[in-house]
């Protein structure tokens, strides 16, 4: 038995005088137990709809869903009890009440003994390292610690899969590197775990697999480390003021994939490792002085990895 079987699975949005938004179509996907599966995509690509359909707090207008084998339609009770989820934000917190309050609160609506949630309410907000503010009101946190509590109230439940969904919006990276050890204790523990996340970097440094989303549709499940080298590959670089006669010969270094300007800012993107170091070589040769490397977005990867072999890109 898997954590998660999806297959076929479909939702759609009815819109006022329009055709219905579709949100997911025959989408498939299985997470076997124990695994820390990503769900890489961009915004609308369908994946706190997803979410919001493991954890049954949305049906689906076709196809299934399982979790631990249960049918989130057909034994939502049974579901319930096996998934705890965190989507990001704010949402979902009791800004009046500590944040102890806040977890007593969820434990009770799992039906937990009070001693078994003031446990591992003690435990949690150890664990997220909020102790020292437990009796505070959530409303006077900042955003960084209502998102661990986020993370707490989705923990409370003490469940087999925990779903993430963009959690680390955000986050300071200290914050964020803390989140990705937390992620390897849940895993550690049996737990497994589905995030949703549009940073690549996440997906590379959490994941055991990755499931690449868009326009509601799986297009590929892939390993971490091939969307690591997607990063080393498909860099670019950001130059400001770049003198003419050296615009062209940077798209001869090996690996220039394309050179645009626009007013004073030119961008080179690459497609291999080390491109990109050849290119900032070149430019500082040529005396520019203002100049960035970056990561490439998801859009520019889907369209030059998955667009290559032909899956729907929008
Ligand atoms: N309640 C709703 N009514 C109508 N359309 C909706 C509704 N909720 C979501 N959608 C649409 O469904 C599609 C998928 O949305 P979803 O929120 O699942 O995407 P997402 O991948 O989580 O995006 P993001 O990264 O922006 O959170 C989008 O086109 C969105 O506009």
Redesign the pocket.
């Known amino acids: 038995m898997d954590a998660v079987e999806v297959a076929g699975l479909g939702r759609e ?1 009815a ?1 006022r005088r329009q055709p219905p ?1 579709v ?1 997911l179509a025959g989408f498939d996907l299985t997470v076997p137990v124990g695994e820390v599966h990503g769900l890489l ?10 979410c919001k359909i493991l954890s049954t707090v949305l049906l689906p207008t076709s196809g299934t869903a399982r979790v631990f084998g249960r049918d989130v339609v057909t034994d939502t009770k049974a579901v319930r009890t096996l998934v705890g989820v965190v989507f990001g934000g704010e949402r979902g917190l009791y800004g009046r009440l500590t944040a102890r309050q806040n977890l007593l609160y969820w434990s009770a609506l799992y039906r937990q003994p009070r001693a078994v949630g003031r446990a591992r309410a003690d435990r949690l907000l150890e664990r997220l390292g909020l102790t020292g503010r437990a009796d505070e009101r959530v409303e006077t946190f900042s955003r960084g610690m209502k998102q661990r509590l986020h993370l707490a109230r989705g923990l409370v439940g003490d469940p087999r899969l925990v779903i993430l969904d ?1 959690p680390t919006v955000g986050m300071d990276p200290v914050a964020a590197k803390d989140f990705r050890s937390l992620v390897r204790e849940l895993r550690d523990e049996g737990r497994t775990v589905l995030i ?1 996340t ?1 940073d690549m970097a996440e997906a590379e440094a959490v994941c055991d697999r990755v499931s690449l989303i868009d326009g ?1 549709k799986l297009l590929a499940t892939e390993d971490p480390r091939t969307i690591g080298g997607w990063l080393t590959k498909y860099e670019r670089v950001v130059a400001e003021d770049v003198p003419r006669e050296v615009l062209a010969s940077l798209s001869s270094v090996p690996g220039v994939r394309g050179v645009s300007t626009e007013d004073r800012t030119t961008v080179v993107e690459t497609e291999a490792r080390g491109a990109a170091g050849a290119v900032v070589q070149a430019l500082v040769r040529a005396g520019v002085t203002t100049m960035s490397t970056g990561r490439p977005s998801l859009a520019d990867v889907y369209l030059h990895v998955i667009g290559d072999r032909g899956s729907v890109v929008r």
Do not use: D, I, M, S
């Not at 995509?41 to 997803?50: D, R, S, W």
């Open positions: 949005y819109r938004r949100a995509g961009p915004n609308g690509a369908g994946k706190t709809t997803l963009e949703t549009h509601g």
